[in-house]
């Protein structure tokens, strides 16, 4: 499955994440942002468990603003992933 997921809140714009059959990140791609950290935060989650990247990256803060770009990530594998296959 893939899909793109438009950010609220956090400097990236958008993302599209791949994600396989098993609910296994295959790859993510982030339009906007800070380029070096968000292909930090790719390169580590590929292969995760989208059950498994909700639960490390959620509620993750950036500076003052109530969300990230990983917390945004991880609303939308529970929108778009977790939420589909139940």
């Known amino acids: ?29 982030f339009f906007g942002g800070c380029n070096g950290n968000l292909q930090g935060i790719c390169s580590l989650i590929k292969g995760m468990d ?16 109530s969300t990230s770009c990983p917390d945004q990530l991880s609303k939308a594998l529970r929108q778009h992933v977790l939420e589909e296959t139940k």
């Open 1 to 29: 499955m893939k899909f793109v997921y438009r950010t609220e809140g956090t400097c990236c714009q958008a993302f599209e994440i791949e994600v396989d059959d098993n609910r296994r990140i295959q790859n993510v791609n």
């Open 50 to 65: 989208a059950g498994e990247v909700v639960d490390r990256l959620q509620g993750i803060r950036c500076g003052a603003k």
